[in-house]
């Protein structure tokens, strides 16, 4: 697919294939916080 745009993968460039965890809807009203460990920190969103 890459190559289709004109585009292809680095040396050294990681390849990340989709999440960890499963997906979890959201609707308005809903306030989500995602945490990645101690030395990254946190996001959190008030979904409108």
Known sequence: MLAEKGEAVKPGEPI???GITAA????PGDYVEVKFGESLGSARLFVQ
């Open 16 to 18: 990340l294939t989709g």
């Open 24 to 27: 979890v809807s959201i609707k």
